[in-house]
């Protein structure tokens, strides 16, 4: 059989052929370890597979990530499929079904239950783990099932994290996947194995994790497993902590997979004695004294208590000391916290996130907001100080770092770290507690003090409003005490993602003619302009870019595929093209006025003239368009706004709120959620600026107020003074931020007025 080694042949001299899992499991085997019985479909199955469809140039290349994470997933995908099309070669089937009968009839069984296990060629060598990131299939029965599971752990080596992580190690070898074949144990209780704390890199301390049924929902983080630490010299059991394992995988009637839910008094049950814990230790410590290095081990045990090892590996992470930088990016919400990191790589995955935890993830998206709500901080591979994670976690007081690249790689679930979102770094460890505080005060969070209200000092007056951005309902009472002028933004995306639980507008409409989202959405809108009654509450109608609403459920029904979102359909034109969701989100700002007339309506996005004659058509015929006092302002993001603020204010118009970002990125012709280009990013830039001034000033030319949301004027003294100077009314900042404005606006006024004096 040319395709096939048998764990009892190899060893890790074999890695070329085999892939790190199926050597290690080889060398295990040899060296008398419990290891359950198996085969490797060898690395040159796959090469002769691809190569007899003729793919194994287009997929062989060396990865890059260079041109973006867009251009990067596309082109992983195109590779997947190519290997899925590509198949197995029928002489790469023909042994690996001689070999799978053969392991059938040596274990008693006519159709036996194995694991098919990627073997990266890469995998689990000594300085790169692709840890989770290559398909793992349990209880595979029979030819056909297993053939196409070899196959899926083939295009695995494409997936988007591999494909980035083989990119970011810089692993240029051409990416032939090994598949490990594993007669399956029926496994009550499972777990991994550490022989040093990886946490902190003891080496007198073993670590266990263990929890009931099959090891995946240890390693992939789906249950809080049972911490046991061992003591190595003399070997004693020092510390059992027992998790909550709210369910558990076993293998069900039909052969497969099968999900059981645990009780309260089940998942809080004790996984190991302290005899199987030291068990396992000891062939722990027999792996690590095989290998000459501190060892990961996967082990499980069977219904009789018998300790199968069904992986070992070395520790690619063992942790530097605590404060040691793991990932620097940006700072984009300030304030400190620490907590245990939770890597998550899918919204689905959100509810794995427990509160007080830290969010490590690629990115985010509106569809991770209940997530961020339990988050003592978020740190993102992508991203700027303009995206989704920043602005949430800006509102919502929480310490935030995007734009670190690595993070998703550096750092492990589990670890802890402290997170400071000023400075844009991670360390290791709880930075906050100084020796002597409570043992496990994670999750604590420490941010940046608010304004102080006008009851505790006297607040100096200024001539430009200070408004308020604002995204969600749980602090708009609190904020609403802050001496703030109103609220400048309110955006519309996220309350909807909240209202709607995550379903597609549309999606809702469909269900029931669109009464669940007119209800939903005033609801929201209502407890954020209560408070702030009298004071304006600006509107800004709904503004989802096409990739953000597919993201939502049921959105991939509604929304098309864009090159380019950020400036495709959107905003004014959207509201043209689908007046129905416009319509129904106009019937709720009616509803929402007759209670709170505060409410401002504010069209973002508008590119020409005939697109805002026909939405203000739109407004005039509803019934919002017959409310006394109703106030229309639109967003300044588009240049062409520059040129039509006198038509504009032909129409009504009463307001034009200056969108920093989008309109910094359209002058400059700079993606805002870039990271190869985010340097070029500069809102101060001398054609931003000119632009600003001009929209500022042909706006009190025409009687419109001019109002500015963005960060800058707090964060940069020099642009709030521009923004006096051209005459601003208002700038509209986070919560956060509210007093570090007030400081540079009353600075930069007092300047001004000295100026004068002496001029």
């Known amino acids: 059989?040319?395709?096939?080694?048998?764990?009892?042949?190899?060893?890790?001299?074999?890695?070329?052929?085999?892939?790190?899992?199926?050597?290690?499991?080889?060398?295990?085997?040899?060296?008398?370890?419990?290891?359950?019985?198996?085969?490797?479909?060898?690395?040159?199955?796959?090469?002769?597979?691809?190569?007899?469809?003729?793919?194994?140039?287009?997929?062989?290349?060396?990865?890059?990530?260079?041109?973006?994470?867009?251009?990067?997933?596309?082109?992983?995908?195109?590779?997947?499929?190519?290997?899925?099309?590509?198949?197995?070669a029928p002489e790469v089937t023909a042994d690996v079904l001689e070999a799978y009968d053969q392991l059938c009839r040596a274990t008693g069984g006519s159709a036996l239950s194995v694991a098919v296990r990627s073997s990266a060629t890469a995998e689990d060598a000594g300085d790169t783990s692709f840890a989770g990131m290559h398909e793992t299939f349990t209880n595979v029965v029979g030819d056909s099932e297993l053939v196409d599971r070899i196959v899926a752990c083939w295009r695995s080596g494409f997936g988007d994290r591999a494909f980035t992580y083989r990119a970011a190690q810089h692993v240029e070898a051409e990416p032939a996947i090994a598949v490990v074949v594993q007669q399956m144990v029926e496994a009550t209780r499972s777990g991994v194995l550490f022989t040093v704390d990886p946490a902190t890199s003891d080496r007198s301390h073993l670590v266990v994790e263990a929890a009931f049924g099959q090891g995946e929902v240890v390693v992939g983080g789906q249950v809080e497993p049972d911490t046991y630490v061992i003591r190595r010299e003399p070997l004693a059991v020092?510390?059992?902590?027992?998790?909550?394992?709210?369910?558990?995988?076993?293998?069900?009637?039909?052969?497969?997979?099968?999900?059981?839910?645990?009780?309260?008094?089940?998942?809080?049950?004790?996984?190991?004695?302290?005899?199987?814990?030291?068990?396992?230790?000891?062939?722990?410590?027999?792996?690590?004294a095989h290998y000459g290095a501190p060892q990961d081990m996967e082990w499980c045990l069977d219904s009789e208590g018998t300790v199968f090892v069904v992986q070992s590996r070395p520790i690619t992470t063992l942790a530097e000391p605590a404060g040691s930088e793991l990932v620097r990016g940006l700072g984009a919400a300030p304030g400190r916290a620490t907590g245990r990191a939770r890597l998550l790589f899918d919204p689905a995955e959100r509810d794995q996130l427990l509160d007080g935890e830290v969010l490590v993830a690629p990115m985010t998206n509106p569809d991770w907001l209940s997530a961020l709500r339990r988050a003592a901080a978020v740190v993102t591979d992508g991203g700027g100080i303009t995206c989704h994670a920043a602005i949430?976690?800006?509102?919502?007081?929480?310490?935030?770092?995007?734009?670190?690249?690595?993070?998703?790689?550096?750092?492990?679930?589990?670890d802890v770290v402290t997170v400071d979102g000023s400075q844009g770094v991670v360390v290791r460890g709880d930075m906050l507690h100084v020796e002597g505080a409570p043992a496990g005060a994670i999750g604590a969070v420490v941010t940046l003090p608010r304004a102080v209200g006008p009851a505790d000092a006297p607040l100096e007056s200024l001539a430009t409003r200070v408004y308020v951005n604002l995204a969600m309902v749980e602090h708009a009472e609190e904020v609403a005490a802050m001496p703030v002028d109103g609220v400048g933004l309110l955006r519309a995306e996220f309350l909807l993602t909240e209202a709607l639980r995550g379903k597609h507008p549309r999606a809702v409409i469909a269900d029931d003619g669109g009464e669940a989202f007119v209800s939903a959405m005033a609801d929201s809108v209502l407890q954020i302009a209560r408070p702030f009654a009298p004071r304006p509450v600006v509107y800004r109608t709904i503004d989802f870019r096409s990739n953000e609403f597919a993201g939502l459920e049921g959105g991939a029904d509604f929304e098309p595929t864009e090159n380019n979102p950020m400036i495709g359909y959107r905003g004014c034109f959207r509201y043209v093209k689908e007046p129905e969701l416009f319509e129904l989100e106009l019937r709720m700002l009616a509803r929402v006025r007759e209670e709170c007339p505060n409410v401002v309506v504010m069209i973002p996005f508008v590119r020409t003239l005939w697109e805002l004659e026909r939405c203000l058509d739109l407004i005039d015929g509803s019934e919002l368009g017959g409310q006394r006092g109703l106030q229309r302002w639109v967003m300044?993001?588009?240049?062409?706004?520059?040129?039509?603020?006198?038509d504009y204010a032909k129409l009504g118009i009463d307001g034009v709120s200056i969108g920093s970002n989008d309109l910094t990125q359209l002058m400059l012709g700079v993606d805002r959620d870039s990271e190869i280009c985010r340097e070029l990013f500069d809102e101060s830039d001398a054609a931003v600026l000119d632009a600003i001034e001009q929209i500022i000033r042909r706006s009190h030319e025409h009687g419109l107020t001019a109002s500015l949301c963005g960060q800058a004027p707090s964060n940069r003294p020099s642009f709030a003074e521009h923004l006096v100077r051209f005459g601003i009314d208002s700038v509209s900042v986070t919560p956060d931020a509210v007093d570090a404005a007030r400081r540079v606006l009353g600075a930069a006024e007092r300047r001004l007025l000295l100026a004068a004096a002496r001029g």
């Open 1 to 88: 059989m040319t395709f096939i080694k048998w764990f009892r042949d190899i060893g890790l001299g074999d890695a070329p052929s085999v892939g790190g899992k199926g050597a290690n499991l080889g060398e295990l085997t040899r060296a008398g370890l419990p290891v359950p019985p198996g085969f490797v479909v060898t690395a040159e199955a796959y090469l002769a597979s691809v190569e007899a469809a003729g793919v194994r140039t287009e997929v062989g290349g060396a990865p890059s990530i260079e041109a973006g994470a867009e251009a990067a997933a596309a082109e992983a995908s195109r590779r997947r499929d190519l290997v899925d099309k590509a198949g197995m």
């Open 636 to 646: 300044a993001e588009v240049p062409s706004v520059v040129h039509r603020i006198a």
């Open 238 to 288: 020092l510390q059992a902590r027992i998790g909550l394992k709210s369910h558990l995988i076993r293998r069900g009637a039909d052969g497969h997979d099968e999900r059981v839910e645990l009780s309260a008094e089940e998942s809080a049950r004790r996984v190991l004695t302290d005899d199987e814990v030291l068990t396992l230790a000891r062939i722990g410590l027999q792996s690590e």
């Open 392 to 414: 949430v976690s800006r509102e919502m007081g929480i310490p935030c770092v995007v734009a670190t690249r690595t993070a998703t790689t550096a750092i492990r679930t589990g």
